[in-house]
């Protein structure tokens, strides 16, 4: 079966694991990291591991790892890429398609095994399924669109070089804040979302809608 390159989000969020219990149905998955591995990876059953790492990609916005994954899939030649809808995802995904003169689907649901995707627009009051026509599937997939399911592997991992040329160094990471997190799971990630409006009466009340969100484990 051909490869199917799924983008990992970095900390490997949900996303990720949705994306390679996708790539299963569609052919190998075989996940692209970015900085360090995750035994996440080979839980959720990615065959192979290509990773790029070292300050040419993490001293730098995305544009690098956009670099990187053009010269991954015009060797290797994969079923379909997949990557997260995300800000960072959607724009690695852009570039990517301009690099390989490539259509691009934003914002699946579901994509079937011929790399049909189904995209639910205008707030989901309309379902919509497209395809590219030109060049391979890339598809970014929202988040909470696929129930992330185990398929244990043992994957080949296989460190990527990659010559970043200057004009992907235009823009510097000069600092990196984690942000403080809660118990509560990332709003994007998140399963059951709770929201109040102005029903709650006063900002003081607003914790009522916090409690029910920690009952229910939401966000």
């Keep these: 079966m051909a490869e199917v390159l799924v983008v990992v989000e970095a900390g490997v969020k949900k996303v990720t694991l949705e994306m390679l219990t996708l790539a299963r149905s569609l052919g190998s998955p075989s996940a692209v990291v970015f ?8 839980e959720y059953g990615a065959e192979k591991v290509y990773v790029a790492a070292g300050e040419d990609i993490e001293g730098y916005l995305v544009a690098p790892k956009a670099t990187v994954l053009a010269s991954l899939v015009r060797e290797k030649q994969p079923a379909a890429v997949l990557l997260a809808s995300t800000q960072e995802g959607k724009e690695i995904a852009a570039r990517l398609a301009v690099k390989l003169d490539n259509g691009l689907l934003t914002d699946a649901v579901a994509v079937d095994a011929d790399g049909t995707a189904t995209q639910a627009i205008f707030a989901g009051t309309v379902i919509v399924t497209s395809k590219v026509t030109r060049g391979l599937p890339i598809i970014t997939l929202r ?10 592997a043992t994957p080949a991992i296989e460190q990527l070089s990659v010559a970043i040329p200057e004009a992907d160094k235009l823009t510097k990471v000069v600092e990196r804040v984690a942000e403080k997190k809660g118990s509560r799971p990332e709003l994007t990630e998140a399963s059951i979302v709770v929201a109040g409006g102005r029903g709650v009466g006063n900002a003081d009340n607003f914790k009522l809608v916090e409690e029910l969100a920690d009952l229910l484990g939401g966000a």
């Design 143 to 152: 988040p909470n669109s696929v129930a992330p399911s185990p398929a244990p």
């Design 35 to 42: 900085g360090e591995v995750s035994d996440q990876l080979a």
